[in-house]
């Protein structure tokens, strides 16, 4: 059993990932999505929400964990560490893994929320593993918002200004692979890819699920089974979760009290 | 003693009317900006959260209160009333006699969050005070992500086409004054009255501060102090405050766990 958590939607991006890849794994995902975003809060307020979080998914006696949220992987990732002895995956390293791979330039961009921007963590990724590539991360809060205001269609004018306005920071600055830091922004990879042309995105959120499967794919023959459960109105999820799952959503979420964990 | 809270910052632009009307009113405000926003969360989660936070305030012996926040006022004050014994205001009711008093056309819009369209709250305050008047609620859900990231800048390209778009459901309509169903939204009113040539802005956070003070305002003489609490980093909650109150903000927060009230 893998659980996975993510703010509220964007680690569906993850999630339909690892279904790709291990059909039958069962799977459970939480969506915090009462308390969802977490891209604008500070470091303390994320790592205490997830520990909740994982707290709650420890109930279900997962033998592994997928942290399908860059917010609370660059935050909350070695805290959590900490605490659990079953393998536990964020979506830093294996997006920074693949970027370091792939540039030919020795230059990476990273976008991300406020709070992961401020963290650095995309960076000493990077860097750890190449010490020679330069790292240039820009924080692009308003995204996540588009996505989940429906300004997401290919083509969106305000979503492609935007999309302008903070990737103009990449200027001249030579990146050839840039890592979607959070997993909401596949949503719009359409907008970013026009700001930023000829240059490779990568998908953290997907980038992790492979790694996952590597690692821990052998384990997990059950009855490829997934659960949903969301702290706000499981009718808001179902409605918006198609988009991230690429497709229809058929599944059903359940609500639950996460102060409770 | 006046308790004020809001889902974040956007109550302040109460708070500014509240101290403008009554310097020497003691005020605490609470800004739940750990769980911020409201606007997309369904009404049982935003009752929920409301009552945690007059649960917290009560405990300063506040003798009346202002929901200045449009959600929360609109999904849980007659949960909040029904509670409580001392006076509470929302933003509803004040913006709607406003509105009712004001038009000349019998056609009043309400901007407003998802949440709060989806209460019908303005339109049955506006028509329970003239079943006459035509009452058109358009939900603008990306505005208080604009105000809270920085693009509420006077003509600010973005803001002024997210604003254009949403307001053309507005086009022929005939509505001569439009009430701000959200306190965050005077930030760009600059953004809405461009969009809406001739026609009255409302502040309903201006509203309710003014209604409060004019029925409590005798029995609140104290030393003029403001107490500011929040959920989430209260450096980010200083930083981001000027905004709202009309200047550079010189208070201090303090941060404090919801989960216990």
């Not at 079953?86 to 791979?101: C, D, H, N, R, T």
């Not at 995204?143 to 001249?172: I, M």
């Not at 050839?176 to 990879?189: E, K």
């Not at 042309?197 to 790694?211: D, H």
């Amino acid at each position: 059993m893998i659980g996975v958590f993510d703010s509220g939607l964007g680690g569906l991006t993850g999630l339909y990932e690892l279904k790709r890849l291990l059909p039958d794994a069962d799977i459970v995902y939480f969506g915090d999505t009462g308390r969802v975003p977490y891209g604008s809060k500070s470091a303390d307020t994320i790592i205490r929400y997830s520990l909740q979080d994982m707290a709650f998914l420890s109930t279900f006696g997962i033998d592994a964990a997928l942290v399908a949220c860059g917010t609370a992987s660059s935050t909350a990732l070695e805290e959590l560490k900490k605490r659990y002895t079953i393998p536990i995956f964020g979506v830093i390293e294996p997006a920074a893994k693949e970027a370091a791979e792939k540039t030919r330039t020795g230059k990476v961009g990273v976008i991300c929320t406020q709070t992961t921007k401020n963290s650095g963590s995309f960076e000493r990724a990077v860097r750890r593993l190449d010490d020679k590539i330069d790292v240039l991360t820009v924080a692009c809060p308003l995204f996540v918002h588009l996505v989940e205001n429906g300004f997401s269609k290919a083509g969106d004018t305000v979503t492609r200004e935007v999309a302008r306005r903070y990737l103009s920071a990449f200027d001249g600055a030579g990146v050839d692979v840039l890592i979607l830091g959070c997993t909401h922004y596949p949503i719009i990879s359409w907008a970013i890819a026009e700001a930023m042309p000829g240059v490779e995105l990568i998908s953290s959120g997907r980038a992790a699920a492979k790694a996952l499967a590597d690692a821990v794919g052998g384990t997990q023959s059950g009855a490829g089974t997934v659960r949903f459960y969301v702290t706000d109105s499981p009718e808001s999820f179902e409605s918006s979760a198609g988009a991230f799952m690429g497709g229809d959503f058929a599944g059903h979420a359940e609500q639950i009290d996460i102060s409770k964990y």
